[in-house]
């Protein structure tokens, strides 16, 4: 959604949500004999608009963010085999498991990093252990 249509429906949902406030404070409230005075009013819309502003700009901060999931953002992540690759195996990778395809034998319990990938399938290659002395 584009960002002056979230803006839009965010004004007019807030509309909305005065206009409720406002017939709960006036209409509502004295029925059962609770009486709020006017400044009391425009104290609960000012609050509310304060409130609906900062969720605004949270909300649109997050809905702005690239989401950096998939294929395009694997190559060079790291993740381990659950299912020998012999060539074509599979291997879980932050939690989601995804076809991979490695030149060598892996096995189970191997860890992986990611080289590239080919439609759906990610190539894989051992990662090198490394001791310190």
């Known amino acids: 959604m584009k960002p002056n249509t979230r803006l839009i429906i965010a004004i007019i949902t807030n509309i909305i ?3 409720a406030i406002v017939v709960i404070v ?3 409230l004295p029925y059962w004999e609770i009486n709020i005075p006017v400044y009391g009013l425009l104290l609960i819309i000012i609050v509310w608009l304060l409130f609906s502003v900062v969720i605004y700009r949270i909300g649109s901060h997050a809905l702005d963010r690239k989401v950096m999931t998939g294929l395009p953002f694997m190559e060079g992540t ?3 085999v659950v299912k020998d690759l012999s060539p074509e195996g599979t291997v879980k990778i932050q939690g ?7 030149e060598v034998a892996l096995s ?3 860890e992986v990093e990611v080289v590239s990938e080919k439609g759906m399938v990610l190539v ?4 090198e252990k490394r001791f310190n002395r």
């Open 17 to 19: 949500e005065i206009v």
């Open 96 to 102: 989601e498991y995804w076809s991979a395809y490695s």
């Open 78 to 80: 790291r993740g381990v």
């Open 124 to 127: 894989v290659r051992p990662v």
């Open 108 to 110: 189970k319990g191997q």
């Open 26 to 28: 006036r209409v509502a």
